[in-house]
């Protein structure tokens, strides 16, 4: 299966592919993640990442599209993934067709998490991410059961730095003019399916596994 979850920052992407992935033996790949580790690892696409990130711009098509050509060639990317955070541009969603289509292969769902703006705010600033798996527990509406510590695999939690009201701000724009446009373009596909993002992250995940049938 080849799903792609699409929405605003902090829609609740990564938290709900996490517990996808725990039931279909698939991988989440997300493009955030592999930025961060980039950037951890210091390599010359994380240099090169930082700024457009710290600023809450996307980072160039060109290099993004590179970064997820190797991921998919992959062993484990062969029976599945679930794309988080990618594509996230129309020159995105294209390069992806072309990935797919040397290997006849196709995307079967694009999953798009709808939440209104007021309440994404709130997420992303309270949201703090594990360092090792890339979790994300928040400090009010999921909180992690010991202080500071991941529940999943007990790594280290920490504030983004780009997870601050104004940044948010930024990046819901560029949501807007170059993200949102993705979804009108595998719309006449059939098979876009929207997904209320809002309520308990287990109820979210019951209508997010209705929409899979
Ligand atoms: P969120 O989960 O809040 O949506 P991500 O972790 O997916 O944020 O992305 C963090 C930052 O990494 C983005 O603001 C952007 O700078 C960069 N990024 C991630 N994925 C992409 C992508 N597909 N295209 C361009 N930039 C990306
Ligand atoms: P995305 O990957 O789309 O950027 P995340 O999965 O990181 O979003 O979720 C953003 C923040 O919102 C996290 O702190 C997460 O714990 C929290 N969150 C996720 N789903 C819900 C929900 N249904 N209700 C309240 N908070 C949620």
Known sequence: MRLIFFGPPGAGKGTQAKRLIA???????????????HRRAGTPLGVEAQGYMDNGKLVPDDLIIAMVGERLA??????????????RTVPQAVALD???KQRGQSIDRVLVLRVPDTNII???VGRRVCKSCG???????NPPK??????????????????TEAKVRVRLDEYTHNTAPVAAYYEQRGIVREIAGVGLIDDVFGRLKGALG
Not at 135 to 141: G, I, K, W
Not at 146 to 163: H, M, P
Request: glycine share 14%; with cysteine.
């Open 23 to 37: 039931e279909l033996d698939i991988p989440q790949i997300s493009t955030g993640d592999i930025l961060r580790q």
């Open 74 to 87: 992959e062993d484990d990317a062969g029976v599945g993934y679930i794309l988080d955070g990618f594509p």
């Open 98 to 100: 072309g990935l797919l």
């Open 122 to 124: 709130a997420r992303v």
């Open 135 to 141: 979790n994300a527990h928040h400090v009010e509406f």
């Open 146 to 163: 010991v202080d500071g510590v991941c529940d999943l695999d007990g790594g280290e939690l920490y504030q983004r730095a780009d997870d």
